[in-house]
C-alpha cells in the first residue's frame, strides 16, 4: 500500500511541477549582459551569476539505473535562483538541452549534450561531453554508487565564455516503480569576460575562477517507454530544479 501511494504521490509531484516549470519558462527568458557589472567590483557582483549558471547547466546526465539499455536519450531544462539576490532568477532564465549516453561496457557509459537557444540578440550554444562510471553490483531495491566526469562548454554570449569541469558522485535506490538518486558534487569553472561599460564604451576584459559544491537529489518514475525525472542541486549560494524526460533504449 504505501508503495502504491508513493508511485501517486511521485506521478502527482511531476505532473504539478510540470505545470509549473512550464508556465515560468514564458517570463525566464536568459539575459546574459554583464554590462551593468562593470567597474571595481566587478567580480563581486558578477560570481554570483556565473555560480548560478554553472549550478543550472550542471546536471548529471544519466538516466535509469544505469544497468539496463543501450542508449539513453533525455530532453531537459533546468532554472534556478540565488538565495541572496532574487533577481539573478531574470538573468540565468531557463535552460534547455539534450542530451544522449551509450553504454560501451556493463559499468561505463560516454556520451555528451547539446543546447541551443536565445539571450537577447545572443545565440548561445551549449556543449559538453560526459562519462560516468558505475562500479561493482546490485541487488533489487539498492544500486551502487556511480561517478561522472564531464566537461562543458557555453558560448555565444557577447560579455562572457564558459567553460567547467565537474565530478558527481551519485547513488540510486528503487522505491517501488521510482528510482531515487542523491549525491554529491563540484564543478570547476573558467570564465573569460569582454564586456562593454554601457557608461563610456570602454572594453573590459579580465578572467574569474571558482567553484561550485552541491548536494543534488531527485526521483525517476518511468510511463511506459518514457521516465519522467526531476532533480534538485542545492549548494550554499543558491538552487536548481530541472525537469527531465528520457528514454533508455536496447
Not at 120 to 137: C, H, M, Q, R
Request: charged share 15%.
Amino acid at each position: 500500500m504505501c508503495k502504491k501511494a508513493s508511485a501517486a504521490l511521485s506521478k502527482s509531484a511531476i505532473v504539478f511541477l510540470l505545470l509549473v516549470l512550464s508556465q515560468g519558462v514564458r517570463a525566464q527568458k536568459p539575459d546574459y549582459r554583464l554590462g551593468e557589472w562593470v567597474g571595481d567590483q566587478f567580480s563581486v557582483s558578477a560570481k554570483p551569476f556565473f555560480h548560478q549558471v554553472v549550478l543550472q547547466s550542471g546536471y548529471q546526465l544519466l538516466t535509469g539505473s544505469g544497468k539496463d539499455g543501450r542508449i539513453v536519450l533525455n530532453s531537459s531544462g533546468s532554472m534556478s535562483a540565488a538565495f541572496s539576490d532574487n533577481t539573478l532568477m531574470n538573468k540565468t532564465g531557463f535552460t534547455p538541452f539534450f542530451s544522449g549516453l551509450y553504454r560501451i561496457s556493463p559499468n561505463l557509459w560516454l556520451g555528451g549534450l547539446f543546447s541551443g537557444f536565445r539571450a537577447g540578440e545572443d545565440v548561445i550554444i551549449l556543449s559538453g561531453y560526459a562519462a560516468e562510471v558505475i562500479p561493482g553490483g546490485d541487488t533489487e531495491n539498492s544500486k551502487p554508487w556511480s561517478i561522472e566526469v564531464s566537461r562543458r562548454n557555453l558560448e555565444g554570449a557577447d560579455d562572457f565564455s564558459l567553460k567547467t569541469v565537474s565530478v558527481t558522485l551519485s547513488r540510486r535506490i528503487n522505491f517501488g516503480k521510482a528510482l531515487l538518486l542523491y549525491g554529491i558534487g563540484s564543478a570547476f569553472f573558467n570564465v573569460n569576460v569582454h564586456a562593454v561599460s554601457p557608461v563610456d564604451g570602454n572594453k573590459f576584459k579580465t578572467r574569474m575562477e571558482g567553484q561550485v559544491n552541491a548536494l543534488s537529489g531527485g526521483v525517476e518514475y518511468p510511463f511506459g517507454e518514457l521516465i519522467s525525472g526531476l532533480k534538485v542541486s542545492l549548494s550554499g549560494q543558491g538552487a536548481s530544479i530541472m525537469l527531465n524526460f528520457g528514454m533508455v533504449i536496447n
